[in-house]
DNA sequence: TCTGTATCTGACGTTAACGTCAGATTCGGG
DNA sequence: CCCGAATCTGACGTTAACGTCAGATACAGA
C-alpha cells in the first residue's frame, strides 16, 4: 500500500474538516478503503479524487453536478462508449463554464461603468436632484447603467 | 405618481415570485412605498434597484454581500466621502470578480485538457492497467491534470 | 497490555434563500 | 356597496453543505 492515510491526515493536507470528506463520501463521491474495525484509509488515488473534488466545488459546482460528472461513464457496454459520454458531459460543462465567465465579464464591465458615474458625479452623492448637480448625468444615465440603481441614494 | 406597481405585476415583469421581493425587503436590500391599507407599491426606482440586485444575485452575490454595496455610503458626513466609499467598495467587488472570473478560465483550460486526455485514451476506459491500453498516458499525466482523477475510473 | 488520541456512527443544529399554507385584510371593477 | 382576486402577516417547511456533540470503538506508541 504506498502511502495510505488516515481522515485526519488527508483534511489537514487538503486544508478542510474530517466532516466534509465523510459528507462527500455520504454524496457518493468517494470510497475509501476500510480496515478491519472499520477506519477509512485514503490513497494518492483518493486524494487526488478529492483535490478534483474541491476544484470544482470551489467554483460553484454542487456536490450533485460533480457527481453527475463523476459518474458520466456509468452505464456504458463498451469503454469507447463510455468515455463518449464523458466527454460529451465535459462538453457540457465547459458550455455552462463559459456562460458563466461571459456572465461575470458583463457584470465586470457593468461595474465599471457604475464606478466611473459615481466618480463623475460624486459631489451630489448621485442624487438627481442635489443642489450640487441640478443636471445630474446619473438620471441620464440609470436606464443604461443597471447598477447605478443600487448605489443611487435612496430617497428621490 | 409616474408609474407604480402592485407586488405581483413587477414579479411578472421581472420573471421572479412575489415571495422573492417581500424576502428582499426583509434582507434590507429594497423598501418599497405603501398605502393606507399596507399594499406595498413600486416606482420605477424600485424596479431599477430591483433589477440591479438580481444581476448581482444571479452571479453568485450573497445578498449580505448586496446589502453592504447599496449600503456603502452610509455613515459618511459628506457626499464626496460618500462617492468614495462607494467607489472603494466597488474596487473590492471587481476585485474579486477578476479573481473568480480567472479561477473559472484556469478552471475551463483544466477540463479541456482532461477531455483530450480522456478522448486520446479511449479505448482503455482510461483505466491505468487495462489491456486495450498498457501504456496508459493518462497515468503519467493524472498528477498534471488534476481533473483526471475525478473522471478516472475508480477501481484500479 | 495499557492508554491517550483519533475515528466511528448516529443524530440533531445551522444558515441562506426562498416555498408554502392559513387566516385576515385590502383593492378595484360593477 | 359587494365580491372575487390580490395582498398582507406570521409561521413553519425545504435543501445543500456542512458543524457539533455524545457515546462507543479502534489504533498506535510506551
Not at 10 to 36: N, Q
Not at 107 to 125: F, M, N
Not at 134 to 146: G, I, L, Q, S, T
Amino acid at each position: 500500500m504506498p502511502s495510505e492515510h488516515k481522515i485526519g491526515e488527508v483534511a489537514d493536507a487538503l486544508g478542510i474538516t474530517v466532516r466534509t470528506i465523510r459528507y462527500y463520501e455520504e454524496a457518493g463521491l468517494l470510497e475509501p478503503l476500510r480496515t478491519e474495525g472499520g477506519t477509512r484509509y485514503y490513497t494518492e488515488r483518493h486524494m487526488a479524487r478529492l483535490r478534483a473534488i474541491l476544484h470544482l466545488a470551489d467554483n460553484g459546482f454542487s456536490l450533485e453536478a460533480i457527481r453527475l460528472i463523476a459518474a458520466a461513464r456509468e452505464g456504458s457496454r463498451s469503454g469507447d462508449e463510455g468515455s463518449s459520454r464523458v466527454t460529451t458531459r465535459l462538453d457540457e460543462v465547459l458550455e455552462e463554464l463559459a456562460m458563466r465567465i461571459d456572465a461575470l465579464a458583463l457584470l465586470k464591465e457593468e461595474i465599471v461603468r457604475a464606478r466611473s458615474w459615481v466618480r463623475k458625479c460624486r459631489g451630489c452623492a448621485n442624487r438627481p436632484t442635489s443642489k450640487g448637480c441640478p443636471e445630474c448625468p446619473v438620471r441620464k444615465h440609470v436606464a443604461d447603467v443597471e447598477l447605478l440603481g443600487l448605489i443611487w441614494d435612496q430617497h428621490d
